[in-house]
Nanobody
Framework: QVQVVESGGGLVQPGGSLRLSCAAS????????MGWYRQAPGKARELVAG???????NYADSVKGRFTISRDNVNNTVVLQMNSLKPEDTAVYYC????????????WGQGTQVTVSS
């Protein structure tokens, strides 16, 4: 049974930094894709940043230059370093891990709250 567990959310002032961590376990295979999504109240869930097994990354335009995603393929962990945080970054952040074998299932964490406020 695959489990995805996030940690590191919290309350931070505008301009501050937070580091989110995610660990995926329960699979003998590495995950092809690991990424962070977020969902603000009344809005759809959106991709924030993702990284493939080979290290290719993609970011939402709104976070480019401020957020950095990295992963440890051996331990199936992914980290999102968030700098220069803005109030509009406030949301529940979810980690997703996508299997590298058919049917390429998606596994989601329970989410962690990030609040940017003075």
């Amino acid at each position: 049974q695959v489990q995805v567990v996030e940690s590191g959310g919290g309350l931070v002032q505008p301009g501050g930094s937070l580091r989110l961590s995610c660990a995926a376990s329960g699979s003998i295979f590495r995950f092809y894709f690991m990424g962070w999504y977020r969902q603000a109240p009344g809005k759809a869930r959106e991709l924030v940043a993702g990284i493939t097994l080979g290290g290719s990354t993609n970011y939402a335009d709104s976070v480019k230059g401020r957020f950095t995603i990295s992963r440890d393929n051996v331990n199936n962990t992914v980290v999102l370093q968030m700098n220069s945080l803005k109030p509009e970054d406030t949301a529940v952040y979810y980690c997703k891990a996508t299997s590298s074998i058919p049917p390429w299932s998606d596994y989601w964490g329970q989410g962690t709250q990030v609040t940017v406020s003075s």
